[in-house]
């Protein structure tokens, strides 16, 4: 190839040697020399290698967090087409990371967990089939962005903002910094000044928390007595919540104002009673209390529980309400308020009502028997082997003995009663009017001394319902006698039960007659002539209830002189001397006393 010149055209001498340069490159042939001496040897060729992402090799790669996945490839310069790759990554927990360590190209996965800044050290050691090896190392790091921190949460405990002068109350505080999820810097609740108060920190900061340590929500308590309105008005109070992260990013919540009453103004103290323990049907009465009662209003409102009790008037000091029918023990919350009229605020209170069922006779107390016997007598110690397991030695009676048996109550032996008065709450005078057997869950009636209720009362068994045996009895019976007035006109069974649930007797309406099983439910058939069960500290519960010469009524018709067996009428009804533990037919027509349950 032959170049021609127009010497005319070239203005100097670099400009020749510029296009000389040029026509070289264009051939190579035409110009002395070439890319590699004629004395290289493939022995002096380097092996040399480096890594990066595509189009930037040897440089560091900066990624946000968040990134899932990054690709790194290598270029490797020397005289094999085979090699050998090895990939490292440090820290070691990014190891595993990589999508493979022995390819040319790899893929490195950032996980979830890196959300602060973070450093990755990526090496590739290279080895050709010679042993000849190289390696290089790049860097690839990770950065948070710095966002702002974000304030989640900033409450006051007290839902009306106002309170009196004094007063304690509490604000729960949540928040989060983008760069680690948790920590910031600083997080700092600030007050107001205000002059009509005392209390305030000169410098506004009511708390700083302590970020390292915090928990959440974090809690901070204004103490009683902290903040005190010496004016003669409603002096109001600002807060806010301030977060500052690493960076020195702060943000800032929006305001909670407080309303400090007057010291003049005395706050309420409030109280809804005890917690109560009532059985299904049974008057339940809850009477609140307040400190005063001047411009005050009352609400009583059922807090919780699926089942909604039927609640009439709730806004006085005190509720009345009919315990709902319940197939399981069922917990009740009420709550009780009082409100200031005059400052507007609240005051809160909490009782509890636990109903109970009552459901057909299910259980069955012990004897009371502790003796053993055998073969020539009935008062010998347990534990023979001859003759096992009995009576005294099982039961609630034996695990009483052996300090074993839990009671709600208390009462002799493995007896568990508990003494209640006419409005059926828990009595602890000596002078209960009815008592409940908290083994087998019946409330029994207490007899009084005179009056209506006396315990020397009789009457003739009556009942008209499709249950008496086809007999219903007589309203009336010479041998029976009572008390009579315009509220009990006879002296017969039905009768007495009908006053007995008018006047709702220990907060129930559904006393009735027990049945023989019910009734010898409570006695101790180890005592000698007053078999009924003593109560807690051997208290009689029943006294001079049993009587030798009388029998006490059940519900129960007897079979016992039935005359004609296709069409029976039972003339007789079943009674238990209470004395001796006796069961035996009595005739309907005779007197009888009476012990009631529910």
Known sequence: ???????????????????????????????????????????????????????????????PVGTEQIDIVSSV??????????WSAQPAL???????TTTETVQLSIPESVITDTNITLTLIVIDSDGKQASTSMLVEVFAPNTNPEIISFEIDDKDQVVHSGKGFSFQSEWIDAQDGQNVASAIIYVTPNAAVDGIPSNGVLTQFDTAEVSFPALYIVGENQFINKSDKTASLTFTLSVTDMNGKTVTSSPLFIDILPASLTSLTIDAGDAQTVYTGQLVNLIGEVSRSDNIEYAWLQSDSETRLDLDVTDSLALQFNAPSVDSKTLFELKFTATDVVSGISYNDFVSVTVLPIGIFDGMNDTGITNCANETSNLVNC??????????????????????????GGGELGFDFTLLNQNGEEDFTSTPTCVRDNVTGLIWEIKTTSGIRAHTHTFSWFDESEFNGGFSGSQTSNSAACFTDTSLTACSTASYIEYINSVGMCGGNDWRLPTVNELVSILNYANDDDKLALGANNFQIWSNHAKASTPYWTSESSLFGVNDSESPETPNAWAVNLSTGDEHAHSKLLAGAILLVR
């Open 94 to 100: 990014f190891q595993e990371e990589l999508s493979d």
């Open 1 to 63: 190839m032959y170049f021609s010149f127009n010497f005319f055209h070239i203005l100097n001498l670099r400009q020749f040697l510029s296009a000389v340069g040029l026509l070289c490159l264009l051939n190579l042939a035409a110009c002395s020399g070439s890319l590699s001496s004629e004395s290289e040897t493939s022995e002096d060729v380097e092996l040399k290698v480096a890594i990066g992402s595509t189009g930037k090799l040897g440089q560091n790669i900066r990624i």
């Open 383 to 408: 534990g023979q082997t001859n003759l096992p397991r009995q009576d005294a030695e099982i039961g609630r009676d034996s695990a009483a003995l052996n300090a074993e048996l839990a009671k709600e």
């Open 77 to 86: 310069r020397g005289e094999d087409d085979t090699y050998t790759y090895i």
